[in-house]
């Protein structure tokens, strides 16, 4: 049976406990002189990317290689994408070399859902146009777990541009499937129409939620996707929903601020705050290699997938 | 090092539980225990006195009876010997036969393994497969000056050449047998049980049911699914 992970909503609890358990196992690999595996060793890992990423590509590529997998690397840019070969085309030549594990990251959302449909490996979803990004949000769980212990009653509060923002989604979904309260804050206009669907609270003032959070996730303001005004001003958002040093203030000692990063310094989140002792940003990078080898050694060890989501044919 | 051990094993504390009538007991608590005594003396014996030594048990029950070493090594000499504890999941052959599975701990002593006379402990040694992958996870941790291999009881059925250093107990078995080792701080109870070849349903996930890797498996990790 073949299995791949697309949605975050794909992990049952159980799941999510073996991934997030495993990546604990793992993260020891990265303390050690050989930080090598041989599990994957013979088993192939395309990294296909559609569109711009620097830590989720090279995590992934870390995580396979670490594990011993072939990793082959392919990026839009130079390749016949740009002569106009289609997804389909894209995806029937990377099967007849023999992929294992195909990880995707696509400006069109449910293009890895599509994908799977099309190859025999098993499909990992690296973020899919504003759609989802499951294994950030299992980084970030880990990083949470990591800080604080179990996520059961903690209180997780995420904020920003959660419109575009495929890190929310996932995280919002994998939060709740774990037993976390999460809240969202964000300007009305910048959150989804269908908001009243997802598990989670909605607020729209950053200041109330701020005593009562132990996680706060500050999102990137995506200019790249935004074509209409969302918000009059980059300083007006900044003031009303930006963290800096005196909102930081207000959250319970044991709180940690989080970023999926990239950051836009001085916009979501000020400088002097990404960079204190709480800021969890740096961890979450090294924290994804160990997370994303879990969810490869997961999907692609054994004889069949032991974690995600059967395949729907 | 303590969450080491009391790593929870469900599916066999429920089998034990059963308490099947097919299986025999061949060894009991306190035979357990004199092997183990007599494995102590002889590895002070052979290490001249046991400096040098870190025990190094594999996931999950020759992590308890590594401790138990331990402890009987610093009662007979008065030394304090460093163990820890090796998972050779990632590093197994059988990987591919069977659905992925969860990993143990491995967590080594602050010592660490450079220049140390490292003695692997195992409760069943039966192919030699799991000795084997825990060779190979040892490489990756560093360069033991020598590896000594002691296991509780020795069924036979090699596949590889393999041989351990201490045996608590030889037991001529046949291939369809099933040896499990049963310890107080994993199941409740000490006690080596033989049994009859496993019921078919019991093994049918994950091809059990071909007698090598898949039997070697089931010993090596109580556990096993």
Redesign the interface.
């Known amino acids: 049976m073949k299995r791949h992970l697309i949605s975050a909503a794909d992990l049952t609890k159980d799941d999510a406990l073996?991934v997030l358990?495993?990546a604990e196992?793992?993260a020891?690999v990265a303390g050690?002189?050989?930080k090598?595996?041989?599990?994957l060793r013979g088993r192939t890992v395309v990294n296909l990317f559609f569109e711009d990423s620097t830590r989720t590509r090279i995590s992934f590529e870390a995580a396979a290689k670490r594990l011993s997998a072939d990793v082959i690397n392919f990026s839009a840019k130079g390749s016949s994408v740009s002569k106009g070969e289609s997804l389909k085309d894209t995806a029937l030549t990377l099967e007849a070399m023999g992929a294992d594990g195909v990880v995707i990251r696509h400006g069109a959302s449910g293009a890895p859902h599509r994908l799977a449909g099309w190859v025999q490996g098993s499909v990992v979803n690296a973020g899919d146009g504003t759609h989802e990004h499951p294994t950030q949000a299992l980084l970030d769980a880990f990083t949470m777990r990591r800080r604080l212990g179990e996520l059961e009653g903690r209180r997780v509060t995420i904020v920003g541009d959660v419109l575009h923002s495929r890190v929310a989604r996932s995280n919002v979904l994998l939060l709740d499937t774990l037993g976390a309260d999460v809240t969202v804050v964000a300007p009305p206009t910048l959150l989804p129409v269908a908001i009243d669907t997802w598990p989670c609270s909605v607020s729209y003032d950053l200041d109330s939620v701020l005593p009562k959070s132990d996680v706060i996730m500050m999102l990137r303001v995506q200019q790249e996707r935004m074509n209409a005004a969302y918000f009059p001003t980059v300083r007006e958002y900044s003031r009303r929903y930006g963290l800096d040093g005196e909102r930081m203030a207000q959250l319970p000692e044991h709180a940690i601020v989080m970023h999926p990063g990239p950051m836009n310094r001085g916009v979501e989140i000020a400088a002097d705050v990404a960079d204190s002792a709480r800021s969890t940003i740096v961890e979450q990078v090294a924290n994804g290699v160990s997370a994303r080898m879990a969810v490869l050694?997961?999907?692609?060890?054994?004889?069949?997938?032991?974690?995600g989501k059967a395949a729907s044919e | 090092m303590v969450n080491a051990v009391s790593r929870p094993d469900g599916p066999a504390e429920a089998r034990v539980a059963d308490g099947d009538p097919r299986q025999k007991a061949v060894l009991e608590g306190p035979d357990i225990r004199r092997a183990l005594t007599r494995i102590a003396h002889e590895i002070l014996e052979r290490t001249k006195g046991g400096h040098d030594v870190v025990l190094l048990g594999i996931q999950t029950r020759g992590v308890t009876l590594a401790e138990r070493l331990a402890d009987l090594l610093r009662e007979v000499e008065g030394l304090p010997v460093p163990w820890g504890s090796l998972?050779v999941t990632?590093?197994r052959d059988d990987?591919?036969?069977?659905?992925?599975?969860?990993?143990?701990?491995?967590e080594l002593p602050a010592e660490g393994v450079d220049d140390r006379i490292v003695v692997l402990v195992d409760d069943v040694l039966f192919s030699g497969r799991t000795v084997r992958a825990a060779l190979?996870a040892l490489n990756?941790?560093?360069r033991p000056r020598a590896v000594q291999l002691a296991v509780l009881v020795d069924r036979g059925h090699r596949e590889l050449p393999i041989r351990a250093d201490y045996v608590g107990k030889n037991l001529p078995t046949s291939m369809r047998e099933t040896v499990k080792v049963l310890l107080a701080e994993n199941d409740a109870r000490d006690a080596v049980l033989l049994g009859p070849a496993v019921a078919p349903e019991a093994g049918a996930p994950?091809?059990t049911g071909t007698a090598g890797a898949g039997a070697a498996g089931a010993d090596a990790d109580g556990a096993g699914r």
């Not at chain 1, 090598?36 to 599990?39: A, I, R, V, Y």
Request: hydrophobic share 40%.
């Open positions: 073996l358990d495993t196992e793992l020891q050690r002189s050989i090598k595996l041989p599990t050694y997961l999907l692609l060890s054994g004889s069949e997938p032991a974690i | 998972d990632m590093y990987l591919r036969m069977k659905p992925a599975r969860a990993l143990g701990r491995t190979d990756d941790l560093g994950a091809g």
